[in-house]
């Protein structure tokens, strides 16, 4: 199957997946807006889908947002199954995608070191010393 293909696939099964949890996962506390689906990668014979999702919270709270993810994949993969016309339909496997969140740890960390170069009275770059 040509990658462009794949990534189209990849793609419809991510915004599936997305659109699903709203209608699968009706526990109490789940935080639905702390959920991003990040990216799915369909296996090239289609029988596979590996599933990234970030969840934004403490650590307790993603573990638990992604066993509820996790219990209700045979619901996620019967929605697409009716919503989309494939061959197959993927088995779905969940993973905590950490990217986002140490994305936004490596920018606090940014932004307190230029809290710290502005209070130091250096005038930053472009101070005129060489």
Do not use: C
């Amino acid at each position: 199957m040509s990658s462009r293909r794949m990534a189209r696939v990849n793609e419809l099964i991510k915004r599936e997946i997305a659109a699903g949890l709203y209608r699968v996962v009706h526990e109490a506390g789940f935080d639905f807006a702390a959920v991003t689906v990040t990216r799915v990668e369909v296996s090239p014979d289609l029988h596979k889908a590996h599933v990234y999702v970030s969840i934004v919270g403490r650590e307790e709270d993603r573990g638990r947002m992604m066993r509820l993810i996790r219990k209700h994949a045979p619901d996620l993969q019967r929605r697409i199954g009716m919503a989309v016309r494939m061959k197959y339909i993927p088995r779905l496997t969940f993973s905590l995608d950490s990217s986002i969140s140490e994305g936004d740890r490596v920018l606090e960390i940014i932004q307190k070191l230029e809290h710290e170069v502005g209070e130091d009275g250096d005038g930053g770059p472009g101070n005129g010393s060489a």
